[in-house]
C-alpha cells in the first residue's frame, strides 16, 4: 500500500489522502484507490485500516460487477 497526499485546497489544507492497493481475485490483480478525507495522514491511515473490511467488500464488489474504469476502483470516504 502506499498513500498520497492530494492537491491543497484555498486554505491551505489538503483536500485528502488516496491509499493505492492491489486486490486478487481469480489469478488477477486490479489496482484499487480509495480516497480518505481526514486533517492528516495518522488519521487518514487509521480510518483506513479501522474500514478496510468495507473498502475491500466494495472493492471486490466493484471487480465482480464490472464498474471498474480503466482497470482501477476508485472509492471515496467522507
Do not use: H, Y
Given at each position: 500500500m502506499?498513500?498520497?497526499r492530494l492537491?491543497?485546497?484555498g486554505d491551505g489544507q489538503p483536500d485528502g489522502y488516496t491509499f493505492f492497493f492491489q486486490?486478487?481475485?481469480?489469478?488477477?490483480?486490479?489496482?484499487?484507490c480509495v480516497k480518505v478525507d481526514a486533517p492528516d495522514i495518522h488519521e487518514a491511515s487509521a480510518?483506513?485500516?479501522e474500514?478496510?473490511?468495507?473498502?475491500?467488500?466494495?472493492?471486490?464488489?466493484?471487480i465482480k460487477?464490472?464498474?471498474?474504469?480503466?482497470?482501477?476502483i476508485t472509492l471515496v470516504m467522507p
Open positions: 502506499r498513500q498520497a492537491s491543497i485546497n486486490i486478487a481475485t481469480d489469478g488477477e490483480r486490479r489496482a484499487c480510518l483506513f485500516r474500514k478496510w473490511p468495507i473498502i475491500e467488500s466494495m472493492a471486490r464488489d466493484g460487477t464490472g464498474t471498474v474504469e480503466d482497470g482501477v
